[in-house]
C-alpha cells in the first residue's frame, strides 16, 4: 500500500510560470514533509521541507503547502526556470525511535519550455 | 567534503554472485541509510543505521545484509544476487535532529 502517492507521473511548464507539484499521503502520524529534486545520474537533493505543525514554508521562488485534513502537499515554483527541469520526488518522515524514516513518492518530472 | 560518496557507479552481476556497495561520508552524521530506486516506485527504504554498531531493517531489507563498524562507513552487501535485485541503489546520510537527508550519486545494478 503506497503511504505517499504522487500521481502525475510527469508535467510541462512554460518558462516563467507557475509549476505546481501535488503529493497525498495516507497517515496522519507523519511528523515533517519534505520534497527532493533529482537530475539523470545524479542523487537526490533537498529542495524544502515542512513541518506537519505548519501549513506553509516559503524558500524563494519554492513554496511548499500542506493542507493536514486533506492529506495532501504541493510544491509551488515560481517563476519556473529551464533549470528546474528535473523529476520531484516529495517524501514523508517519522522520527521513529531515534531513526529518521522516509517514505518517498513516486516522482513527478517536470519539463520546462522555453 | 565530499559529502556521500559510492562505489562503484556501474556493476554488473550474474545471479547468484555476491557483491558489497560502498557509502562513506565524512560529514560525521549518526544516522545512514539505503534506498533503491525503481520505475514507478520510488525509493524505498532497504536498511539503516542510527549510529556505529546499530543498524535496522527497512521496507526492503531481504537480500541485502549492513554493518556500521564506524561513523564514517556504511556498506551494503548483497549475499546472492537476484535479477529483482536489479536497480539504482542510493546511500544517505543525516545529523540528529536534522530532517534533511544527503544522498551519494548512486550505483546502478544490474543482474543477469
Known amino acids: 500500500d503506497q503511504q505517499v502517492k504522487q500521481n502525475s507521473p510527469s508535467l510541462s511548464v512554460q518558462e516563467g510560470r507557475i509549476s505546481i507539484l501535488n503529493c497525498d499521503y495516507t497517515?496522519?502520524?507523519?511528523?515533517?514533509f519534505l520534497w527532493y529534486k533529482k537530475y539523470p545520474a545524479e542523487g537526490p537533493t533537498f529542495l524544502i521541507s515542512?513541518?506537519?505543525?505548519?501549513d506553509k514554508n516559503e524558500d524563494g521562488r519554492f513554496t511548499v503547502f500542506l493542507n493536514k485534513s486533506a492529506k495532501h502537499l504541493s510544491l509551488h515554483i515560481v517563476p519556473s526556470q529551464p533549470g528546474d527541469s528535473a523529476v520531484y520526488f516529495c517524501?514523508?518522515?517519522?522520527?521513529?525511535?531515534?531513526?529518521?524514516?522516509?517514505?518517498f513518492g513516486q516522482g513527478t518530472r517536470l519539463t520546462i519550455n522555453p | 567534503n565530499a559529502g556521500v560518496t559510492q562505489t562503484p557507479k556501474f556493476q554488473v552481476l550474474k545471479t547468484g554472485q555476491s557483491m558489497t556497495l560502498q557509502c562513506a561520508q565524512d560529514?560525521?552524521?549518526?544516522?545512514m541509510s539505503w534506498y533503491r530506486q525503481d520505475p514507478g516506485m520510488g525509493l524505498r527504504l532497504i536498511h539503516y543505521?542510527?549510529?556505529?554498531?546499530?543498524?535496522d531493517q527497512g521496507e526492503v531489507p531481504n537480500g541485502y545484509n549492513v554493518s556500521r563498524s564506524t561513523t564514517e562507513d556504511f556498506p551494503l552487501r548483497l549475499l546472492s544476487a537476484a535479477p529483482s535485485q536489479t536497480s539504482v541503489y542510493f546511500c544517505?546520510?543525516?545529523?540528529?535532529?536534522?530532517?534533511?537527508?544527503?544522498f551519494g550519486p548512486g550505483t546502478r545494478l544490474t543482474v543477469l
Open positions: 543505521s542510527v549510529g556505529a554498531g546499530i543498524t
Open positions: 497517515n496522519s502520524m507523519f511528523d515533517y
Open positions: 560529514m560525521n552524521h549518526e544516522y
Open positions: 544517505a546520510s543525516s545529523s540528529r535532529g536534522d530532517n534533511e537527508q544527503f
Open positions: 515542512i513541518s506537519s505543525i505548519k
Open positions: 517524501a514523508a518522515g517519522s522520527i521513529i525511535q531515534g531513526a529518521q524514516k522516509l517514505v
